[in-house]
C-alpha cells in the first residue's frame, strides 16, 4: 500500500470489508445498511399514505394497517434515524477531525456494526413472523398480554440495537477526550464534535433504559411476571415512564448530531466563523442535559398530575431555548456572509425552516390544556415528522452532499443535487403541513378510516409524499452514478476549513495524515486570510523539510 492511497484502495474483497478496523470503512458498511432501512421503513410508509387516499379502508384489513405504521416507526426510528448520522458521518469524520488515525476502540467499533446488522435481522425476522401490530412505542398492556404478533423478537430486536449505540457513543467519548491531536483544545474542536459528543453522552445515560424496558417487555409475556400488566399486578403506566424517560432523549440522539452537521455546513457556506461558538457548543451540552428533565410531558392525559404536567410543561418551554440558540447563530452567521448558491445552500436553508416549524409546533404540545385536545391526533404526527424527517432527514441528506466529495472521491450533479433539495422540501411540506389541520380537526392518528370531510388534505398528503419520495429517489441515483461517473474531487471542493477538508486528500488514506497533525490555532472555523508567520496547523517534518 503506497503512502498515499485512500482507504477504498486499500485490499479489496469482501472479507477485508467484513474484518476491517478502518473507521472510515465501517462508517460506509453503516451508510449501505442503513440505506436498506430505510428503504423498507419507506415502503411501509408508502402503504400508509396508499390507504388514506379514501376515507373507508379499502385497501388493507385494520390488522394489517396497525402492522403498516408500527414497523414504519420501528424500522425508521431504530436502524435509521438513531444510528443515521452519528455511525456514518460521525465514525467517518471524528477521528479527523480530532487529528488521529482511529477511533479509540477500532474492533468495538466494528463490533458496533455487527450488533446494529444483528438488530436489524431480528427485526427483518419480526417482520416476515407476521409483523408487530403494537405502535412503535410497545405500549403495556396491549404488547404485554393482548397482541399476539411478534412482540419478543421486535423487542430483541431494539436491545441487540441498542448495544451498538451505547459502543458506538462510548468510543466517541473516549476518543474526543483521549485522542484530540497536540494543541486541539476543547475550544477548537469543530462544532460537530460538540454535537456528537453530548449525543453520545445520551446514548450511554439513556439506551441502557430502553434496552431494560423491552426487556422487561419479552419477559413479561414469557413469564407472566407482573411487571406493567394490570390484570397480573402491574402498573401501564410505569411502562410509559420507564419508555419515555429515554425515548425522548432518543429524539435529540437523532437531532443533535444533524444540528452538528449544520453547524459545519453554515460556516462553510457563509465563509464565516459560526456566530457565537460557545453558545452553540454549550446548547448541544444543554439540550442533552434539559432532554433527561421533560418525559412527563408525553403523559399529560396517563393519570399524571397537574402538578407534575405543570412541571414538565414549564421545563419542555425551557428545553427550547437552547434550540433557538442555535437557529439564530447560525442565521447570525449567514448574516451578510459570503453565501455560497450551491446545493448545500439548498439543504441548510430547508433545515432551518423545517426545524424551526417542528419546533414552534412543539411549543403547542407542551400547553397543557391543548395538549389534551391535540393528544393522539394528527397534529402530533406532523410534529414529529418535521423535526425527524424536516429535520434529522435534511441534515443528514445536506451532510452526505457536503462531505460525499471527501467520503467517495467523486463529485455528483450540481443542478440534480439542488432539484433533489427542492423537490424534498416541497414535497415534505405538502405531506405533513396538512396534518396539522387534519389533527386540530380532530382526526386521530392511527385510524385506517377517517370521515369524508378529511379526505381532500389526506389526498395532499399523499401526493406531497410521492413528491417527496421522487426527491429522495433521485438523489439515491445521482449518488449512485457518482461513485463511478462523477467527475474526480478536489482535496477542498467547497473551500472549506478544518482537518478533514485541509490536511486530507478525498477520499482519505487508510492512517487519515501523512504526519501527525500539531494544532496552533483555531483549524476548523478560521476563515481570516491565515498570516505567514503562524501556520493554521504545523506538520513539524513537513515545516522542518520545507524551511531547510
Known sequence: MTERQSYLDAPHGIASWLLTKDHKRIAMLYLISITAFFAVGGIFALGIRLELLTPKGDLFAPDTYNKMFTLHGVVMIFFFLIPSVPATLGNFFIPIMCGTKDLAFPRINLLSWYLYVLGGMLGLAAILGGGLDTGWTFYTPYSTSASQTSVSIAAMAAFVAGFSSILTGFNFIVTVHRMRAPGLTWFRLPLFVWAQYATSLVMILGTPVIAITVLLIAAERALHLGIFDPKLGGDPVLFQH????????????????????????????????????????????????????????????????????????????????????????????????????????????????????????????????????????????????????????????????????????????????????????????????????????????????????????????????????????????????????????PANPWGAKGLEWERTQSPPTTFNFEEDPVIVTEPAYNYRPPSPNSPEIAFPAREVKHHG
Open 242 to 489: 420507564l419508555f419515555w424517560f429515554y425515548s425522548h432523549p432518543a429524539v435529540y440522539i437523532m437531532i443533535l448530531p444533524g444540528m452538528g452537521v449544520i453547524s459545519e455546513m453554515v460556516a462553510a457556506v457563509s465563509r464565516k466563523q459560526v456566530f457565537g461558538y460557545a453558545f452553540v457548543a454549550f446548547s448541544s451540552l444543554a439540550i442533552a442535559i434539559l432532554g433527561f428533565l421533560v418525559w412527563g410531558h408525553h403523559l399529560f392525559v396517563s393519570s399524571q398530575s397537574i402538578y407534575a404536567g405543570l412541571v414538565f410543561s414549564i421545563i419542555t418551554m425551557l428545553v427550547a431555548v437552547p434550540s433557538a440558540v442555535k437557529v439564530f447563530n447560525w442565521t447570525a452567521t449567514m448574516y451578510k456572509g459570503a453565501v455560497s448558491w450551491d446545493s448545500t445552500t439548498y439543504w441548510v436553508i430547508g433545515f432551518m425552516g423545517l426545524f424551526l416549524i417542528g419546533g414552534l409546533t412543539g411549543l403547542f404540545l407542551a400547553t397543557l390544556g391543548l395538549d389534551i385536545h391535540l393528544t393522539d391526533t394528527y397534529f402530533v404526527v406532523a410534529h414529529f415528522h418535521y423535526i425527524m424527517v424536516g429535520g434529522q432527514i435534511m441534515a443528514f441528506l445536506g451532510g452526505l452532499h457536503f462531505y460525499w466529495p471527501k467520503m467517495t472521491g467523486r463529485m455528483y450533479p450540481e443542478p440534480l443535487a439542488k432539484a433533489s433539495a427542492i423537490l424534498v422540501f416541497v414535497g415534505f411540506n405538502l405531506t405533513f403541513f396538512p396534518q396539522f389541520v387534519l389533527g386540530y380537526m380532530g382526526m386521530p392518528r392511527r385510524y385506517h378510516a377517517y370521515p369524508e370531510e378529511f379526505q381532500v388534505l389526506n389526498v395532499a398528503s399523499t401526493l406531497g409524499a410521492t413528491v417527496l419520495g421522487a426527491g429522495y429517489l433521485l438523489l439515491f441515483t445521482y449518488f449512485l452514478w457518482s461513485l463511478k461517473k462523477g467527475a474526480i474531487a
